[in-house]
């Protein structure tokens, strides 16, 4: 292999290395309040109904 061959090749990686851990240090938790689970669930709720109707 040439020199610019492997050069490439690290290159590549390198990007694609900082790529993943760039995005799984920016990933963050998501943090609800009480409040927000509980419209989060009464939704999951009607749409269960919604789709229990449409079958």
Same mark, same amino acid.
């Given at each position: 292999m040439n020199l610019e061959i492997i050069?490439?090749?690290?290159?590549?990686? =390198?990007?694609?290395?900082?790529?993943?851990?760039?995005?799984?240090?920016? =990933?963050n938790k998501f943090i609800l309040t009480e409040d927000q689970k509980k419209k989060i669930q009464?939704?999951?709720i009607e749409q269960q109904h919604k789709d229990e109707g449409d079958v």
């Open positions: 050069l490439l090749v690290f290159c590549c990686l =390198a990007i694609v290395v900082g790529a993943i851990m760039t995005i799984l240090k920016s =990933a009464q939704r999951e």
